[in-house]
């Protein structure tokens, strides 16, 4: 019987011994690591810079408007005129 206990003593200790260690890193998970979050500006920069669908819909509308003020030069000079009021 002697055999048996301190078997089930081994196990029983090793299993505590797990336990408490797994215990021990879930109370403090991030002590060795510190998350460092970008600023507001270095995030609105980052966010400018590689999402084009922050700025692709401007330089759209420019490249349109100053197309449309170039071609419409001709006319102007030949004395038509726009119902626009902005291109006149």
């Known amino acids: ?5 301190t078997r089930r003593g081994r196990i029983w200790a090793l299993t505590a011994g797990a336990l408490a260690a797994f215990a021990v890193t879930l109370a403090n ?3 060795a690591q510190e998350v460092s979050r970008p600023s507001r500006l270095g995030y609105a920069v980052k966010g400018v810079l590689f999402d084009p669908t922050t700025y692709a ?3 759209l509308s420019l490249d349109a408007t100053l197309r449309d003020w170039r071609t419409s030069q001709p006319f102007f000079a030949n004395g038509y005129v726009e119902k626009n009021a902005r291109f006149t």
Request: no cysteine.
């Open 1 to 5: 019987m002697g055999s048996r206990q």
């Open 29 to 31: 998970p991030a002590a």
């Open 57 to 59: 819909p401007a330089l």
